[in-house]
């Protein structure tokens, strides 16, 4: 795996990785600038991430089981440390998950996967911070 960033302007950067996909990260407090802030913080971009890796995890385990899935969000909270390195000392996410007759204990199973298994990305945030869940279960339709 391999990524590329380059310095744009003032706090913000160009992220490709090697498959030709990019992003601008944009760490700009968007005060005096005319153009606000263009992307994503870097920080803002982990909690991404580990909200992304566990979402693809739920929804690929979800169709696995053959559980009637038809939507996933997942929102996340991080809390930073107040002294450099701000490093995030907690994170919280919300999976909201949605679909036709879900089994509740299956859906609690794929989260707790994504998290204790297979999401690299909560794996290694959680080394840092303390990771807590909470799970939406939504009636597809209503």
Known sequence: MKT?????????WLANNESGHGLVLDASMGE?????RLGPSPMELLLMGVGGCSGIDVIHILKKSREPVT??????VGTRADTDPKVFTDIHM?????GK???PAKV?????LSKE????ASVMMGKA????????ILEAGE
């Open 71 to 76: 939507d996933c969000v997942v929102e996340i």
């Open 94 to 98: 919300i999976y909201t998950v949605t």
């Open 117 to 120: 298994k297979y999401c690299s």
């Open 32 to 36: 005096g600038d005319p153009l606000g």
């Open 4 to 12: 590329r960033v380059q310095w744009i302007d003032n706090n913000r």
């Open 101 to 103: 007759g879900l089994t």
């Open 129 to 136: 911070a303390k990771i807590t869940r909470e799970i939406k």
């Open 108 to 112: 609690e199973r794929a989260v707790d």
